[in-house]
C-alpha cells in the first residue's frame, strides 16, 4: 500500500511539473516576443523624431534589446555605435522581407533568438529595423524553474511518503486487528469485539462483522437448541413406543381390551414421530423456497370455519371456549393446503399459550376498502416481552415459560407459518405485551368470487 501511495505521488508531481514546464516555457516565449514587437514598434515611431532614435536603441540595449536600422544596401544607419559582429543581412535573407512593401513586419525566432524586422520609410527611403533578442536569458529562467521545481518534487515526494508511511500503518494496523479478531471468530470465539474508529469505512465493516458474530451465535445457539428438542422431542415417543411394545409382549398379549390401548398409544406416538418429521422437512423445504406454491381462489371463511371445528374437542374435554367472529364468503388467492396449515399452527400456538380462562378469539373481518381480509387469533395468556418479539418466528423458539400444551407440537409452528406467508408475499405480525396476551394476525388480499 505504502508503494502505491509514493507512486501515485511521484506521477502527480511528475504531471504537475511538465505542465508547468510546458506552460511557463510557451508564456515566457510568448512574453518575450511581444516586448520583441513593442521594442520594434517603440523604434519604428521614434525614428520619425530626429535626434530620438540613437536614444530609443540605447536605452532597449540596457533591456537586452539589440536593434540596428539598416538602409537598402545594408549599411547600418543607426545606432552609431554599431557592433559589426552582427550580421543584419544574414537576418533577413530567409524571411522575404527584401521583397515586401513598407510596413511590413515580422516576429520569429531564429536559433537562439527571438526577432522582429520590418520594412519602414527613413528619410523618405525604405530602411529595415531588425531587433534581436537572446533566448539564452529564456533558457537561464527555464533552467532555473526546471531546479526549483525539482526541488520542490523531491520535498513533495519526500512529504507524501512521510504522510503515506503513517497513513498506510495506521490502515493496516486497524485492518490487521481486524483480520486477527476475524480469524479468532472463525476458530469459534463469540466473545471477539471487531472495533475501528480511525475510519468511516472500517467502523462500518466492524459494525457489520459484529452483526455478523451476533448472528452466527444465535445461529449456533438456536442449532444446539434444535438438536436439544428434536432429541427431547424424539426420544419421547421412542421410549413410550418401546415401552407399551413390551407391555404387549409381555402382559396384554392375550388381553385384547389392554392389547388394544396399548397399540393406540403405539400408533398415537408414530403418528407424533411423523409429525415432527414432516414439520422438520416443511420448514427446510419452505425456508430454501423447495416447495411450490399452487394459489387457487379459496372461501377464506369456508376454511377458518372447517380448521376451527378441529379443535372441537378442546371445548369438549378441555373446557376451552373459542370465540368466533367471522364474516361470511370472504375470498382470498392463496394455496389452501398450505394456508389451512398457517391457521391451524396458529390456533394451536393460541390454545397453549392462553391464559387461565381458556379462551382464544378468532376473527376474519374485510377491510373498510373491500380490499384486504384481516385474520386474528388472540389469546389471554402472559403475553410476550418486546425483545422477545422477533424470536418467536425462529425454529423451536418456545418464551420460557411454564405453561400445558392441549395440543401437540414440535415447536417448528411458527417458523412453518413464517416461511408459507413469506412464500405467499402476504403481511403478518403479533401484537403483544405482558400480562396482556397475544395478537397473531395476517393480512390477506381479498379477491371477487368468481376470479380465476
Sequence with gaps: MLCYFVLLAF????IIELVLSIVLINTIENNARERVASVGHEVESQAKIPFALEGCIKRNRREGFITVLANEEWEIVAPEDYDESIDVYS???DRIIVNEGVGFSEVYRSGKTINYTSKILFNGKPHYIVVTYSVAFIRDTVNNLHLYMIIVGVSVLGVAFLISF????KLTSGLKTMSDTAVRFAKGDYTVEFFNADYKELAQLSDTMNYVRDEVKKSEDFQREILANVTHDLKTPLTM??????MIREISGDDKEKREKHLQVIIDEADRLTGLVNDVLSVSKLQANMTEI???????T???YAIINKFGYLQESKGYSLMV???PNLYTRADEEKISQVIYNLLGNAANYTGEDKTVYISLKSGLDGKRIKFTVRDTGKGIAKEDLPEIWNRYYRVKENHTRPVKGTGLGLSIVKAILENHSFDYGVDSEPGKGSTFWIDFPSVPADIQ
Design 11 to 14: 506521477l502527480l508531481v511528475f
Design 91 to 93: 537576418m533577413l535573407k
Design 166 to 169: 503513517v497513513f498506510s500503518r
Design 241 to 246: 413406543i418401546k415401552a407399551y411394545a413390551s
Design 294 to 300: 399452487n394459489p387457487k381462489v379459496i372461501n377464506l
Design 302 to 304: 369456508e376454511l377458518v
Design 325 to 327: 367472529d367471522i364474516e
